[in-house]
Structures are given as C-alpha cells and as structure tokens.
C-alpha cells in the first residue's frame, strides 16, 4: 500500500496536475476511446512522484474536470442555515441531509455509469446536486 493505492477510510491524496489540460470535446474529444492518453499519463506521473494517488486536471478554462484516472466529487456539508459545518460523527446524519454533491459539467469530464450511479444514489439520498462549473479554490476550501 502506498500512495498511488487509494484507501477509502483516509481519504485519496490529489495534486493539482501541473502543465497538462484535460482536452476539450472540440480539439479531442476523451469520450472516444484512443490512443492519445498522454495527457492523462503526465499528470499520474506528476502525482506518483509527489506521492499523491492522482492529479486533480482543469479544462482549458481553469476549471475542474477530473483527476488523470477518475471523476470528481465535492460534498460539502451545509448546516441547512447556508453555513458550512465541520464533518465529524455528532454530524454525521445531518451532514448526509444537508449535503450538497458538487461535480463538473459533462462536458468537462468523462460521463459514465459511475458518474451517473453516483448522481442517482446522491438523488436517493436527498442530497442537493451541483453540476456546474467547478473552481480549483473549492476543493481546498
């Protein structure tokens, strides 16, 4: 186990890739399966050598689109007062029902059957779902 192995009851440890930009649909479109990963290579390379299990990449624009391997989530627990809590086990259940699921457009990110059973049990949950545009600023905040 090291850090490129993800460990679900510590978190995943991420970096914000450094020059390489998630390709836009218009130029090369990811959705299509291809030869052309480097993009996705460089940024998991980055990420092993920080000691980080991946790279979190932006869109041409700046935004969050998704780490080198996988999509990206954000919840942020709200108090249901529109005030940002602290997530510990007294909170827990109110934070699953004040809950809100923020992940990129998918136009910025790969769409899939994970994706969207995530979105689907996030609905089942009752928790608000954002998807939008995502800042960088957001993930460390």
Same mark, same amino acid.
């Given at each position: 186990?090291g *850090?490129?192995?993800? =460990?679900?009851?510590?978190g !995943? /440890?991420?970096?914000? $890739? ?12 990811n959705?299509?399966h291809h ?5 996705n ?13 991946? *790279?979190i990449?932006? =869109?041409?624009?700046?935004? !969050? /689109?998704?780490?080198? $391997? ?5 919840v942020r ?5 529109g005030?940002e809590?602290e ?8 934070c ?7 992940t990129?457009s998918?136009?910025?990110c790969l769409?899939?059957?994970t994706?969207d059973t ?12 954002e ?11």
């Amino acid at each position: 186990e090291g *850090a490129t192995t993800y =460990d679900n009851t510590k978190g !995943v /440890s991420l970096i914000t $890739a450094g020059t390489c930009r998630r390709s836009p649909p218009s130029t090369l479109d990811n959705k299509i399966h291809h030869n052309n990963m480097i993009q996705n290579i460089l940024p998991k390379i980055q990420a092993n050598l920080a000691g980080a299990a991946d *790279a979190i990449m932006l =869109d041409v624009e700046g935004f !969050v /689109s998704e780490t080198n $391997a996988t999509n990206l989530f954000l919840v942020r627990c709200d108090s249901g007062q529109g005030e940002e809590m602290e997530v510990n086990v007294a909170v827990e259940e109110d934070c699953v029902r004040n809950a809100v699921l923020v992940t990129p457009s998918a136009d910025h990110c790969l769409p899939g059957i994970t994706r969207d059973t995530v979105l689907l049990l996030a609905k089942e949950l009752g928790m608000q779902i954002e998807v939008r545009r995502v800042s960088l600023s957001e993930f460390y905040c």
